[in-house]
Each structure stands twice: as structure tokens, then as C-alpha cells.
């Protein structure tokens, strides 16, 4: 017997996702949950396997949660990982082996650089079930236009063009907007080889100096080819490896002025990780290390052993019921950041 409907998504994953979901359709995250610990030397830190998604839809079956979809964000946020064609394919298989709905998020599509390929969704050769296959892309990020609020739903299913059309009344794109954004677009030949060729060379060209600079205080990244942020590893200047420890931590980031997200707000189970935004001047990515060197080398006190396996961190389902369970995590708590940590804004 089914109470209530869910859409699997890996963690971690961008919160804002959860209070969107939940204000529409009511629906409720079903977490596959991703872990630092690499298994064997053919993996890497939180990798996705469709053996993960396949044990997080049995438990939610078995918690009286009907799946109904799965979402992925690819280039990651805040892992910043592209998945690979074969893995998309995968996915694309279990979705439909369960009549699922799958919706790629690809908001970071153009904003990928060095030598890793992006495959679209929309660039493979065939999908399982079209009319179950939904793409969605903005102009805020690979624009840089977070202020405009455009987005694109690209979809076969007639359904949910129509359901979409009726919210859209409200809150649509005004034409001006419109006008010169198809402007924008029509300049190919300016975005192919002017636009963003230069944004991905300024891109790689920050991301290279932040993880030099991390590197020197003694952070290591996951460092990724896509995104403007890099998900980065301060679990050894944790007190405990507890939530509790990452918000402390991050309350004295935020009094150095410096505003970085904790891994808390995008539902990762381990405490420690954060996710920082590259996409800057240069100048201030390295006041950026500069302040985090004075914090993390000369003010804080020595720093506690790590723990980074799934085990050892069965301490922190007791800070705050976020992730107390892999299933039922509380909607509300986890809009754009979480209630506990103040409304934390994820961008």
C-alpha cells in the first residue's frame, strides 16, 4: 500500500529541488545516497551506480512510497560530475524498467571545460520511453543571468505541456525579456567563438587557481570539468564529524565575510563538505584563500581524526533528523538550504 508519491535523487544534490517539488506536486525525495569512499580503484567519490538507485526504490516501496520519477543534474551540483553516455543510457533502462519519469536537469550544459565530454540527454541516439524523458535548461548559469529566471522544459509528453502551460499564467516570461534573449541567441557565430570559448577558458583559469590555493591551506576538491563551484573537503578542521561541527564551521566562515555553502544544504551525509563558487574575479578568489588560510591555520584548535566511511557517520543521524533516514527526510527542512541553518540560499 502506497501513502504517499517520491522521485529518487542522488546525494548530494541541490536543495532547492525539495520545497519546488513538494509546493506542486507534493511529492517527497528518495534519496540514493552517495558516499567519499571509494570501493574499488574502477570507482570514485560519490559515484552513481544504478545498483544504488535500485536499493533506494526498494526501500521506498517497502517504506509505502510509490516512486513516480528520477532526477539527475548533469553537470552535477555540487559534485560537478558529468556523467558519461554509458551511465545516462543505464539510468535511462532502470527508469523505464519501472515506468518512471526522468527529468535531467542540464542547467550547467555549457559551462563544461577540459578535456571531459558532455553527452545531453537529448543527444542520444534513442530513449527507452520519450513521452517519461524530460529536459530542463536555463540562461542563469551558463549566462550568467541569475536575475533573468528563464528556463526551458523540453518534452514529448502532451500532459505535462499542458499542466505546465496552466502554471505558467502566473509566471511566465514577459516579451521584452524574450526579445533580447533571442537576440542573444540568434548571434551564433558570437556565442560559438567569442562567447563561450572565453567563458570556459576564464572558467578552467579560476577553478585551476582556487584548488591551488585550497591545496596550499590543506583543502582537497573533488576538482570537476563542469559547474562554476568546486565540492571541496574540510572534514579535518571539524571538531566532530557531526553536522553540528559543519555549521560551526561554517557560522566562523561567514564571519570572515566569506559565503560558502555547507554540504548540509545539499542533503549530503557526510558533515565537512562544502561546496565554493569559483565563478569570480581573481582577485577575490584569492582574498577568498587568504581569509580561509588565517581561519583554518591560525585560529582554529588542532583538528579531529577522520571518519569517512558510511559507518562512521551514524553519529550524525542523531544531530538533526536530516538524515535520519534514507526515505523519509521532512520536506519542509529542505528548501533552498535548511531551516536549521537559517535559510541558507543554494544558487
Not at 510509490?66 to 556523467?83: C, F, K, S, T
Not at 559547474?227 to 574540510?234: K, M, P, T
Request: glycine residues 6%; hydrophobic residues 40%; contains cysteine.
Amino acid at each position: 500500500m502506497f501513502f504517499i508519491d517520491g522521485y529518487l535523487i542522488p546525494t548530494p544534490y541541490y536543495g532547492g529541488i525539495n520545497s519546488k517539488t513538494w509546493l506542486y506536486g507534493g511529492m517527497q525525495p528518495v534519496h540514493v545516497p552517495l558516499f567519499s569512499e571509494v570501493a574499488d580503484k574502477g570507482s570514485q567519490p560519490f559515484q552513481l551506480t544504478v545498483e544504488k538507485l535500485e536499493a533506494a526504490y526498494q526501500g521506498a516501496r517497502e517504506k509505502g512510497i510509490r516512486v513516480r520519477a528520477l532526477i539527475l543534474i548533469n553537470p552535477h551540483n555540487p559534485l560537478g560530475d558529468i556523467y558519461p553516455a554509458q551511465l545516462l543510457t543505464e539510468c535511462l533502462e532502470f527508469a523505464h524498467r519501472y515506468e518512471l519519469h526522468i527529468i535531467m536537469d542540464e542547467i550547467y550544459m555549457l559551462s563544461v571545460y577540459g578535456d571531459t565530454t558532455f553527452t545531453s540527454i537529448l543527444s542520444l541516439k534513442s530513449l527507452p520511453d520519450p513521452d517519461r524523458t524530460h529536459f530542463m535548461w536555463g540562461f542563469s548559469k551558463d549566462f550568467g543571468m541569475c536575475g533573468i529566471r528563464v528556463g526551458i522544459l523540453y518534452t514529448r509528453n502532451h500532459y505535462i505541456r499542458k499542466a505546465v502551460n496552466q502554471l505558467v499564467v502566473f509566471h511566465g516570461c514577459s516579451g521584452p525579456v524574450q526579445h533580447v534573449l533571442q537576440q542573444i541567441l540568434k548571434d551564433r557565430d558570437w556565442l560559438d567563438n567569442v562567447f563561450f570559448p572565453i567563458s570556459k577558458k576564464r572558467l578552467k583559469e579560476a577553478q585551476n587557481i582556487l584548488v591551488d590555493g585550497l591545496a596550499e591551506v590543506g583543502i582537497p576538491v573533488l576538482k570537476s570539468s563542469g559547474g562554476l563551484y568546486v565540492w571541496a573537503d574540510f572534514r579535518k578542521f571539524l571538531k566532530t564529524q557531526t553536522f553540528e561541527a559543519e555549521i560551526n564551521l561554517w557560522m566562523k566562515i561567514l564571519d570572515e565575510k566569506l559565503l560558502i555553502s555547507p554540504g548540509k544544504a545539499f542533503c549530503c551525509y557526510e558533515p565537512g563538505w562544502f561546496r565554493v563558487v569559483f565563478s569570480d574575479s581573481v582577485d577575490k578568489i584569492i582574498l577568498c584563500i587568504q581569509r580561509l588560510q588565517q581561519l583554518l591555520c591560525d585560529k582554529m584548535d588542532e583538528p579531529v581524526t577522520l571518519c569517512s566511511c558510511p559507518e562512521g557517520n551514524k553519529c550524525t543521524e542523531s544531530d538533526d533528523n536530516v538524515s535520519a533516514n534514507v526515505i523519509n527526510i521532512p520536506v519542509d527542512d529542505v528548501s533552498e538550504g535548511y531551516s536549521q541553518l537559517k535559510k541558507i540560499a543554494v544558487f
